[in-house]
């Protein structure tokens, strides 16, 4: 996959709320181009003075087609996102490294199972948006692990599932995200390729433990999150 480590600076149009502490922050493309599923690294340098506190790797939320960047994270007291959610429109962030093969190649007809643990949702709505923008079908059955019922991005999938009926959304609520309650859900699915993306540590127990059954398996891993506030 591409990775483009130039920096560039792109600019702040507007920042929304998603649900609970989900917020969404939209900027200009500044004639980025990626695929959907990918992911890159923003640095604000007002947010400190080392890269820990300065620097993070985000999904790019919005599809290709809709030609804008959408940012979506959970808004924590970490100095970075502090200093994103007080960013105003106009005001620039800058961004390197576009990369990340998490993205949907199977064929059509193949149905897949995604997974998706808290803000791990970022990856999908990209892909499913970016489906059906392409007018391609979306075979897919999505299962939405959440800590509560502030569930973003919520009316948009129900609205992919009202318009395609092989598409399935399952949210889950206050449960644990464990092979048991993926593989109870679908149960017929062994033969299909899985997408995992959430915690990071939820990521690698569960792949691990999807793998052992002969799972195929892509994953995608979100750092600084855990059981408590993914």
């Avoid at 199977?106 to 897949?112: A, T």
């Avoid at 949702?121 to 948006?129: A, K, W």
């Amino acid at each position: 996959m591409e990775e483009n480590k130039t920096i560039s600076t792109i600019k702040l149009i507007a920042s929304k709320p998603e649900a609970g502490n989900v917020m969404t922050f939209v900027f200009e493309t500044g004639g980025l181009s990626w695929i959907a599923g990918q992911y890159q690294k923003y640095i604000l340098p007002r947010a400190g003075n080392t890269k820990t506190e300065t620097e993070r790797w985000f999904t790019i939320a919005s599809a290709p087609s809709e030609e804008m960047i959408y940012l979506s994270t959970r808004i924590s007291p970490s100095t970075f996102k502090q200093a994103l959610k007080a960013l105003m429109p106009g005001e620039m962030i800058q961004r390197r490294s576009l990369k990340g093969d998490f993205i949907w190649e199977e064929e059509p007809s193949k149905p897949v199972v995604l997974i998706a643990g808290g803000i791990g949702i970022t990856p999908f709505r990209s892909i499913l948006l970016e489906r059906q923008a392409t007018n391609k079908k979306i075979n897919a059955t999505l299962l939405y692990f959440n800590r509560t019922n502030e569930i973003p991005f919520r009316e948009e999938f129900e609205t992919l599932r009202e318009k395609h009926p092989e598409f399935t959304f399952l949210p889950i609520i206050d449960e644990g995200i464990a092979t048991h309650n993926i593989l109870s859900r679908v149960p017929q699915a062994h033969d299909q390729t899985f997408y995992l993306a959430g915690p990071e540590l939820m990521v690698e127990s569960v792949g691990d433990d999807l793998k052992k059954q002969g799972i195929s398996l892509k994953q995608d891993w979100f750092s600084g999150y855990d059981e408590r506030n993914y």
